[in-house]
């Protein structure tokens, strides 16, 4: 008889089950690594603004009375106003000593 070459389908399905077992390992982490870039998006978002704040101030001696009078203004931000990228929506207009709060933003 000839002895034929190629894999036997026990170690086929052996092979299939160790690549489940990294995939049910690998796929939760990739998924919650998209989650937590959102949620540093939104911090360095929350960052810019407050510098924009700060800048603000700096050219006109008074802070803003609201973060919409910021956020207008093509000066500071000429592609429009920062949206959250988690929640795609606009940062919260109350300004806590002049400053966007990150409490006042929860995901």
């Not at 034929?4 to 982490?29: H, Q």
Request: proline share 7%.
């Amino acid at each position: 008889m000839r002895r034929r070459s190629g894999f036997t389908l026990v170690e086929l399905m052996i092979v299939v089950l160790i690549l489940g077992a990294l995939a049910a390992i690998a796929i939760p982490r990739i998924m919650g690594g998209a989650v937590v870039a959102k949620a540093n998006a939104c911090h360095t978002n929350i960052d810019l603004l407050n510098s924009q704040l700060e800048l603000y101030y700096a050219n006109t001696g008074a802070y803003p009375a609201t973060l919409a009078i910021l956020t207008a203004s093509t000066d500071y931000f000429p592609d429009g106003a920062p949206l959250c990228p988690v929640l795609n929506a606009a940062y919260p207009a109350p300004l806590v000593d002049n400053r966007v709060d990150d409490a006042l933003h929860v995901h």
